[in-house]
């Protein structure tokens, strides 16, 4: 038996892997996320070339917007406020003040597609949310089934990423019993732990990447 000074505790085990761990579970794979955030562009542009088109046609038309390639998300809210009354003046027409206030978020989206900006997991789902809300805005509940998918598939897959890395504290304290258990082993063990993780980590993370992009390429395109 190992004497209590040579046993390893599982806290020190996990430390070594923790810094791995931790911005696994803080992020979405940036191709993931560059891919999530393309599509809700995508998605919004089409949507606002729909309430343009039945709102303010000939207005959009005036400025170019003749095709949803053509829309331009970050002059948008310029361009509806200045045509407030406009909208206004039509029954039915969503109000104005209510597209506004989505004006920065919206803005977000589109700098964090278009720049390819990194984003934290609860900032990517809640770029999700604020879409949702968005697109419900100006097209009515039915409009946002395919985001709403997308964010019960991007929680799914983020559940099944927490599932596994738990499994995998499960393998690094079995690790450490073996190491006390053969204290000869125990420094190759502990160098080739973190190794061994990032593989595991990568693999994780190239699955969720993997399904992504399918799943995006089955529901938007």
């Known amino acids: 038996m190992p004497s ?17 761990l931790k911005s696994s579970r803080s992020s979405i794979p940036f191709p993931a996320q560059h891919a999530i955030l393309q599509a809700i562009q995508s998605h919004l542009e089409d949507h606002i070339f729909r309430f343009l088109r039945k709102w303010l046609l000939f207005e959009s038309q005036a400025v170019g ?43 977000n989206i589109r700098h964090a597609s278009v720049h390819r900006v990194p984003q934290a997991r609860d900032i990517m789902l809640r770029m999700v949310r604020h879409a949702i809300g968005f697109v419900e805005s100006i097209a009515g509940g039915r409009s ?28 690094v304290r079995m690790q450490v019993q073996l190491c006390n258990t053969h204290p000869d082993q125990l420094g190759c063990r502990l160098q080739l732990l973190p190794e061994a993780t ?23 395109s």
């Not at 209590?4 to 791995?20: M, R």
């Not at 109000?95 to 803005?107: F, N």
């Not at 799914?156 to 599932?163: G, P, W």
């Not at 595991?200 to 995006?216: A, K, Y």
């Open 4 to 20: 209590e000074e040579g046993l390893v505790s599982t806290v020190d085990a996990e430390d070594l892997i923790e810094p791995l």
């Open 65 to 107: 917007w003749t095709c949803v390639e053509a829309i331009e998300l970050h002059k948008v809210f310029g361009f509806l406020a200045d045509h407030k009354e406009r909208i206004e003046s039509q029954a039915y027409c969503p109000p104005a003040q209510s597209i506004q206030k989505w004006h920065r978020v919206i803005s």
């Open 144 to 171: 946002s089934r395919s985001l709403r998918q997308l964010y019960r598939f991007v929680k799914a897959i983020l559940h099944t990423s927490d599932r596994l890395q738990a499994q995998m504290r499960d393998k």
């Open 198 to 220: 990032k593989r595991v980590l990568e693999n994780i993370e190239q699955r969720m990447v993997s399904q992504i992009q399918d799943f995006l390429q089955l529901e938007f």
